[in-house]
Protein backbone atom coordinates (compact mmCIF):
# COMPACT_ATOMS: atom_id res chain seq x y z
CA UNK A 1 0.00 0.00 0.00
CA UNK A 2 2.68 2.26 0.96
CA UNK A 3 4.64 1.28 -2.31
CA UNK A 4 1.48 2.70 -4.12
CA UNK A 5 0.93 5.72 -2.14
CA UNK A 6 4.45 6.51 -2.80
CA UNK A 7 4.22 5.51 -6.49
CA UNK A 8 1.26 7.85 -6.58
CA UNK A 9 2.92 10.54 -5.01
CA UNK A 10 6.04 10.69 -7.41
CA UNK A 11 3.87 10.35 -10.31
CA UNK A 12 1.76 13.46 -9.58
CA UNK A 13 5.07 15.25 -7.98
CA UNK A 14 6.48 14.91 -12.19
CA UNK A 15 3.73 17.17 -12.90
CA UNK A 16 3.10 19.40 -10.07
CA UNK A 17 5.46 21.00 -7.69
CA UNK A 18 3.45 24.44 -7.53
CA UNK A 19 -0.18 23.72 -7.55
CA UNK A 20 -0.98 27.46 -8.50
CA UNK A 21 1.30 26.99 -11.46
CA UNK A 22 0.22 23.44 -12.19
CA UNK A 23 -3.46 24.97 -11.46
CA UNK A 24 -3.65 28.28 -13.90
CA UNK A 25 -1.36 26.27 -16.41
CA UNK A 26 -4.76 23.73 -16.80
CA UNK A 27 -7.26 26.10 -16.75
CA UNK A 28 -4.97 27.99 -19.16
CA UNK A 29 -5.18 24.73 -22.01
CA UNK A 30 -8.68 23.59 -21.01
CA UNK A 31 -9.74 27.61 -21.47
CA UNK A 32 -8.02 28.46 -24.93
CA UNK A 33 -9.02 24.29 -26.10
CA UNK A 34 -12.93 25.28 -25.07
CA UNK A 35 -12.61 28.40 -26.57
CA UNK A 36 -10.90 27.06 -29.90
CA UNK A 37 -13.54 24.10 -30.16
CA UNK A 38 -16.43 26.02 -29.53
CA UNK A 39 -15.82 28.76 -32.65
CA UNK A 40 -15.43 31.80 -29.56
CA UNK A 41 -11.85 32.39 -31.23
CA UNK A 42 -9.46 31.22 -34.31
CA UNK A 43 -6.78 28.41 -33.56
CA UNK A 44 -4.29 31.34 -33.70
CA UNK A 45 -4.76 32.97 -31.70
CA UNK A 46 -5.53 30.23 -29.16
CA UNK A 47 -1.99 29.48 -29.87
CA UNK A 48 -0.75 33.01 -29.06
CA UNK A 49 -2.97 32.84 -26.09
CA UNK A 50 -1.47 29.77 -24.82
CA UNK A 51 1.98 31.07 -25.33
CA UNK A 52 1.64 34.42 -23.72
CA UNK A 53 -0.64 32.61 -20.56
CA UNK A 54 2.64 30.32 -20.19
CA UNK A 55 4.68 33.54 -19.71
CA UNK A 56 2.59 34.86 -17.73
CA UNK A 57 1.82 31.63 -15.17
CA UNK A 58 5.46 31.39 -15.12
CA UNK A 59 6.79 35.00 -14.59
CA UNK A 60 3.78 34.97 -11.58
CA UNK A 61 5.05 31.57 -9.99
CA UNK A 62 9.11 32.62 -9.94
CA UNK A 63 7.96 36.04 -8.71
CA UNK A 64 5.98 35.12 -5.98
CA UNK A 65 8.81 33.01 -4.87
CA UNK A 66 11.22 35.56 -4.99
CA UNK A 67 8.86 38.02 -3.21
CA UNK A 68 8.12 35.20 -0.23
CA UNK A 69 11.85 35.20 0.13
CA UNK A 70 12.03 38.19 1.42
CA UNK A 71 8.70 38.96 3.04
CA UNK A 72 9.19 40.35 6.70
CA UNK B 1 5.19 16.35 -42.29
CA UNK B 2 9.21 14.70 -40.68
CA UNK B 3 11.80 17.23 -41.13
CA UNK B 4 14.84 17.97 -40.53
CA UNK B 5 13.59 20.65 -37.67
CA UNK B 6 11.36 18.24 -36.11
CA UNK B 7 13.76 15.13 -35.95
CA UNK B 8 16.79 17.51 -34.56
CA UNK B 9 14.45 18.89 -31.62
CA UNK B 10 12.80 15.85 -30.64
CA UNK B 11 16.39 13.91 -30.30
CA UNK B 12 17.67 16.89 -29.11
CA UNK B 13 15.06 17.04 -26.08
CA UNK B 14 14.40 13.76 -25.52
CA UNK B 15 18.82 13.07 -25.58
CA UNK B 16 18.90 15.88 -22.84
CA UNK B 17 15.85 15.05 -20.94
CA UNK B 18 16.80 10.99 -20.75
CA UNK B 19 20.34 12.36 -20.00
CA UNK B 20 19.32 14.28 -16.66
CA UNK B 21 17.23 11.82 -15.36
CA UNK B 22 19.80 8.96 -16.49
CA UNK B 23 22.13 10.43 -14.26
CA UNK B 24 19.96 11.00 -11.49
CA UNK B 25 19.59 7.51 -11.29
CA UNK B 26 22.81 6.22 -11.89
CA UNK B 27 23.97 8.08 -8.49
CA UNK B 28 21.30 6.23 -6.19
CA UNK B 29 22.50 2.67 -8.16
CA UNK B 30 26.01 4.16 -7.46
CA UNK B 31 25.62 4.73 -3.82
CA UNK B 32 23.66 1.28 -3.40
CA UNK B 33 26.76 -0.45 -5.37
CA UNK B 34 29.63 0.62 -3.38
CA UNK B 35 28.22 0.95 -0.13
CA UNK B 36 26.35 -2.26 0.46
CA UNK B 37 27.20 -4.57 -2.97
CA UNK B 38 26.35 -4.79 -6.55
CA UNK B 39 24.21 -7.62 -6.49
CA UNK B 40 21.31 -5.56 -4.68
CA UNK B 41 22.08 -2.77 -7.22
CA UNK B 42 21.99 -4.85 -9.94
CA UNK B 43 19.03 -6.58 -8.82
CA UNK B 44 16.67 -3.69 -8.14
CA UNK B 45 17.93 -1.92 -11.65
CA UNK B 46 17.22 -5.23 -13.49
CA UNK B 47 13.83 -5.45 -11.92
CA UNK B 48 12.70 -1.84 -12.22
CA UNK B 49 13.76 -2.30 -16.17
CA UNK B 50 11.30 -5.12 -16.47
CA UNK B 51 8.61 -3.56 -15.07
CA UNK B 52 9.29 -0.56 -17.03
CA UNK B 53 9.22 -2.77 -20.14
CA UNK B 54 5.85 -4.43 -19.16
CA UNK B 55 4.43 -1.00 -18.84
CA UNK B 56 5.63 0.05 -22.29
CA UNK B 57 3.86 -3.39 -23.84
CA UNK B 58 1.15 -2.85 -22.61
CA UNK B 59 0.59 0.52 -22.30
CA UNK B 60 2.18 1.86 -26.03
CA UNK B 61 -0.20 0.19 -28.27
CA UNK B 62 -3.05 1.80 -26.56
CA UNK B 63 -1.49 5.28 -27.49
CA UNK B 64 -2.34 3.91 -31.20
CA UNK B 65 -5.43 3.96 -30.65
CA UNK B 66 -6.08 7.51 -28.97
CA UNK B 67 -7.24 10.08 -32.37
CA UNK B 68 -3.51 12.34 -33.19
CA UNK B 69 -5.25 15.42 -32.02
CA UNK B 70 -6.60 14.57 -28.80
CA UNK B 71 -2.83 12.22 -27.94
CA UNK B 72 -1.79 16.03 -29.26
CA UNK B 73 -3.67 17.81 -27.26
CA UNK B 74 -3.43 15.68 -24.01
CA UNK B 75 0.23 14.91 -24.31
CA UNK B 76 0.96 18.87 -24.61
CA UNK B 77 -0.86 19.62 -21.66
CA UNK B 78 1.35 17.28 -19.66
CA UNK B 79 4.24 18.18 -21.16
CA UNK B 80 3.47 22.15 -20.57
CA UNK B 81 2.90 21.08 -16.67
CA UNK B 82 6.22 18.89 -17.15
CA UNK B 83 8.42 21.50 -18.64
CA UNK B 84 6.90 24.23 -16.83
CA UNK B 85 8.02 23.10 -13.61
CA UNK B 86 11.51 22.20 -14.25
CA UNK B 87 11.95 25.70 -16.47
CA UNK B 88 10.42 27.23 -13.34
CA UNK B 89 13.31 25.43 -11.10
CA UNK B 90 15.91 26.57 -13.52
CA UNK B 91 15.13 29.84 -13.15
CA UNK B 92 14.52 30.19 -9.36
CA UNK B 93 17.92 27.92 -9.35
CA UNK B 94 19.86 30.36 -11.61
CA UNK B 95 18.70 33.65 -10.02
CA UNK B 96 20.09 31.83 -6.60
CA UNK B 97 16.43 31.54 -4.90
CA UNK B 98 17.05 27.69 -5.02
CA UNK B 99 19.94 25.85 -4.06
CA UNK B 100 21.84 23.86 -7.20
CA UNK B 101 21.07 20.17 -7.57
CA UNK B 102 24.44 18.39 -7.15
CA UNK B 103 24.86 15.20 -7.76
CA UNK B 104 28.11 14.67 -4.73
CA UNK B 105 25.59 15.86 -2.18
CA UNK B 106 22.88 13.59 -3.84
CA UNK B 107 25.12 10.32 -3.65
CA UNK B 108 26.17 11.42 0.16
CA UNK B 109 22.60 11.32 1.11
CA UNK B 110 21.90 8.14 -0.38
CA UNK B 111 25.16 6.44 1.06
CA UNK B 112 25.11 7.83 3.84
CA UNK B 113 21.08 6.23 4.56
CA UNK B 114 22.24 2.69 3.12
CA UNK B 115 25.30 2.73 5.27
CA UNK B 116 22.95 3.41 8.54
CA UNK B 117 21.08 0.21 6.95
CA UNK B 118 23.77 -1.97 6.73
CA UNK B 119 23.64 -3.61 10.02
CA UNK B 120 19.81 -4.57 9.63
CA UNK B 121 19.20 -8.04 8.08
CA UNK B 122 17.40 -7.03 5.30
CA UNK B 123 20.23 -5.02 4.24
CA UNK B 124 20.10 -6.15 0.78
CA UNK B 125 16.71 -5.72 0.15
CA UNK B 126 16.81 -2.42 1.03
CA UNK B 127 19.60 -1.29 -0.99
CA UNK B 128 17.71 -3.33 -3.72
CA UNK B 129 14.55 -1.55 -3.11
CA UNK B 130 16.56 2.04 -3.17
CA UNK B 131 18.48 1.15 -6.47
CA UNK B 132 14.45 -0.50 -7.80
CA UNK B 133 12.73 2.67 -6.72
CA UNK B 134 15.41 4.91 -8.65
CA UNK B 135 15.48 3.26 -11.62
CA UNK B 136 11.89 2.92 -12.06
CA UNK B 137 10.54 6.34 -11.05
CA UNK B 138 13.39 7.74 -13.27
CA UNK B 139 12.22 5.25 -16.00
CA UNK B 140 8.76 6.32 -16.01
CA UNK B 141 10.08 10.08 -16.53
CA UNK B 142 12.43 8.92 -19.43
CA UNK B 143 9.44 7.08 -20.71
CA UNK B 144 7.22 9.82 -20.54
CA UNK B 145 9.62 12.07 -22.25
CA UNK B 146 9.80 9.73 -25.21
CA UNK B 147 6.14 9.26 -25.77
CA UNK B 148 5.86 13.15 -25.25
CA UNK B 149 8.84 14.40 -27.73
CA UNK B 150 7.92 11.85 -30.41
CA UNK B 151 4.30 12.51 -29.93
CA UNK B 152 4.16 12.80 -33.88
CA UNK B 153 3.37 10.01 -36.47
CA UNK B 154 6.98 8.81 -37.59
CA UNK B 155 8.81 10.54 -34.29
CA UNK B 156 8.76 8.08 -31.96
CA UNK B 157 11.82 5.96 -32.86
CA UNK B 158 13.95 9.29 -33.04
CA UNK B 159 12.62 9.95 -29.57
CA UNK B 160 13.44 6.29 -28.25
CA UNK B 161 17.07 6.81 -30.51
CA UNK B 162 17.50 10.03 -28.35
CA UNK B 163 17.05 8.55 -25.32
CA UNK B 164 18.95 5.11 -25.60
CA UNK B 165 21.91 6.83 -27.03
CA UNK B 166 21.49 9.23 -23.64
CA UNK B 167 21.85 5.31 -21.53
CA UNK B 168 24.45 4.20 -22.89
CA UNK B 169 26.34 8.24 -22.53
CA UNK B 170 25.52 7.64 -18.99
CA UNK B 171 26.48 4.21 -18.66
CA UNK B 172 30.40 4.74 -20.69
CA UNK B 173 30.76 7.89 -18.92
CA UNK B 174 29.60 6.69 -15.32
CA UNK B 175 31.79 3.05 -15.71
CA UNK B 176 34.93 5.12 -16.95
CA UNK B 177 34.68 7.67 -13.77
CA UNK B 178 33.39 5.23 -11.69
CA UNK B 179 31.76 8.24 -9.26
CA UNK B 180 29.16 10.35 -9.20
CA UNK B 181 28.63 12.49 -12.43
CA UNK B 182 29.04 16.03 -11.20
CA UNK B 183 30.97 17.62 -12.95
CA UNK B 184 27.74 16.86 -15.87
CA UNK B 185 26.78 20.28 -15.89
CA UNK B 186 22.77 19.22 -14.67
CA UNK B 187 21.37 22.73 -13.84
CA UNK B 188 22.10 23.82 -17.35
CA UNK B 189 20.68 20.87 -19.14
CA UNK B 190 17.83 21.18 -16.96
CA UNK B 191 17.54 24.81 -18.04
CA UNK B 192 17.34 23.45 -21.71
CA UNK B 193 15.10 20.60 -20.91
CA UNK B 194 12.40 23.27 -19.46
CA UNK B 195 13.12 25.23 -22.47
CA UNK B 196 12.37 22.13 -25.22
CA UNK B 197 9.85 20.47 -22.93
CA UNK B 198 7.88 23.49 -22.46
CA UNK B 199 8.40 24.56 -26.64
CA UNK B 200 7.26 20.92 -27.46
CA UNK B 201 3.87 21.27 -24.92
CA UNK B 202 3.19 24.22 -26.37
CA UNK B 203 3.74 23.05 -30.08
CA UNK B 204 1.45 20.11 -29.15
CA UNK B 205 -1.34 21.99 -27.86
CA UNK B 206 -1.53 24.20 -30.91
CA UNK B 207 -1.45 21.14 -32.79
CA UNK B 208 -3.95 19.83 -31.02
CA UNK B 209 -6.26 22.68 -31.40
CA UNK B 210 -5.39 22.83 -35.36
CA UNK B 211 -3.27 25.70 -34.92
CA UNK B 212 -1.58 26.39 -38.46
CA UNK B 213 2.06 26.94 -36.75
CA UNK B 214 3.47 29.65 -39.30
CA UNK B 215 6.89 27.78 -41.28
CA UNK B 216 5.35 24.15 -39.65
CA UNK B 217 8.37 22.95 -37.60
CA UNK B 218 10.07 25.66 -37.77
CA UNK B 219 7.57 27.35 -35.07
CA UNK B 220 9.80 25.04 -32.65
CA UNK B 221 12.82 26.42 -32.64
CA UNK B 222 10.92 30.11 -32.36
CA UNK B 223 8.92 28.61 -29.46
CA UNK B 224 12.31 27.56 -28.11
CA UNK B 225 14.04 30.79 -28.72
CA UNK B 226 11.10 33.26 -27.03
CA UNK B 227 11.29 31.03 -24.29
CA UNK B 228 15.08 31.44 -23.84
CA UNK B 229 15.08 35.09 -24.06
CA UNK B 230 11.60 35.41 -21.50
CA UNK B 231 13.51 33.02 -19.43
CA UNK B 232 17.12 35.05 -19.45
CA UNK B 233 14.94 38.25 -18.76
CA UNK B 234 13.12 36.66 -15.93
CA UNK B 235 17.08 35.39 -14.37
CA UNK B 236 18.24 38.56 -14.71
CA UNK B 237 15.51 40.55 -13.27
CA UNK B 238 15.49 37.81 -10.32
CA UNK B 239 18.78 37.95 -9.65
CA UNK B 240 19.23 41.89 -9.00
CA UNK B 241 16.04 41.33 -7.18
CA UNK B 242 18.03 39.15 -5.30
CA UNK B 243 20.92 40.69 -4.62
CA UNK B 244 18.85 44.16 -3.53
CA UNK B 245 17.28 42.45 -1.14
CA UNK B 246 20.14 39.89 0.64
CA UNK B 247 22.40 42.61 0.80
CA UNK B 248 21.13 44.33 4.16
CA UNK B 249 20.47 40.67 5.34
CA UNK B 250 24.17 40.37 4.88
CA UNK B 251 25.36 43.40 6.77
Redesign the interface.
Known amino acids: MSILKIAFKELTGMFIDDGALALFSLLLVLGVGLAVKSGLIGPTVGAVLLCAGCLGILAESVTRVARRKFRR | MTTITSITSTMTASFLGSFVEVVEAFTIILAVGVTQSWRPAFIGTGLALSVLAVLVLVFGPLLGLIPIDILQ ?1 GI ?3 L ?3 G ?2 W ?3 A ?2 RA ?1 G ?1 IALHDEEKAFAAESDALARQSTERRADFLAGTAAF ?1 AVL ?1 EG ?2 VV ?1 IVIATGARPGMLPYAAIGALVACIAVLVIGLAVHKPLSSVPENTLKFIVGLLL ?1 GFG ?1 FW ?2 E ?6 PGGDLSLPV ?1 FG ?2 AA ?1 SFI ?1 VRW ?1 RQ ?2 NL ?2 EPVAR
Open positions: FGTLILFMRLRKILAFKLIEFTIVGGIGTPWLGLFALYHHA
